[in-house]
């Protein structure tokens, strides 16, 4: 968090000096740097509102985030660790990236894990419902990282991307019980290889 931190402080700093350096232009570069600013301004407003969120992140101790580069926060790197539930003992790595329209649109996120789960396909989508339909801007990055965290508390059999596991968890839990421990060590179920997360 405190690197977060240092990250806003340096940015602030840089955005000052750029408005400082600008207010001692010719009047002709003035206006230059005002359209410029103009179009910029929607990639400020969203980095803004990504510190805000970074910032207010309370997370449970089974969600870590790490940023490969510090000075891009629109990219990062989620794990999910659950400790409880059928997932337990796993460690599941996602990517996430954010674009300039953030927070009207939401961000994009995918498990890099090839897991054995309802809600997320063998290609990584995850069907999260306030990642799509139900995403509203007031929605922050707290509420979607707790909302993925719970897809792995509360697997979702109603709206599934991977049907064959939403069937079995519907049909038989302990079977389901079985074919996630089975996964989650790197087993096969179907003739589908998963990749080993615990």
Same mark, same amino acid.
């Given at each position: ?124 989508? +995850?069907? =999260? *419902?306030? /990642?799509?339909?139900?995403?509203? &801007?007031?929605?922050? !990055? %707290?509420?979607?990282? +707790?909302? =993925? *965290?719970? /897809?792995?508390?509360?697997?979702? &059999?109603?709206?599934? !991307? %991977? ?36």
């Amino acid at each position: 968090m405190l690197k977060i931190r240092q990250l806003q402080k340096k940015k602030q700093e840089e955005a000052a000096a750029a408005e400082s350096a600008s207010n001692t232009t010719s009047a002709e570069s003035a206006n230059l740097n005002t359209s410029a600013n103009l179009s910029s301004s929607r990639v400020s407003a969203a980095q803004l509102r990504l510190q805000k969120d970074i910032t207010e992140i309370d997370l449970p101790r089974s969600i870590k985030l790490t940023f490969p580069d510090p000075s891009d926060l629109f990219n990062f790197k989620l794990s999910i660790t659950p400790q409880e539930g059928y997932y337990k003992g796993g460690t599941f790595e996602f990517k996430t990236e954010i674009n300039n329209n953030f927070p009207i649109e939401p961000p994009k996120i995918k498990c890099l894990n090839k897991i054995y789960h309802p809600n997320i396909d063998l290609d990584g989508n +995850i069907c =999260l *419902n306030i /990642l799509r339909e139900d995403w509203s &801007p007031v929605l922050n !990055l %707290n509420s979607i990282l +707790i909302g =993925l *965290n719970f /897809l792995f508390l509360e697997p979702n &059999p109603n709206d599934p !991307l %991977n049907k064959d596991a939403a069937n079995v968890l519907v049909k038989n839990k302990s079977v389901f019980t079985s074919n996630v421990k089975s996964s989650m060590r790197g087993g096969y179920i179907d003739n589908e290889h998963y990749d080993r997360v615990v």
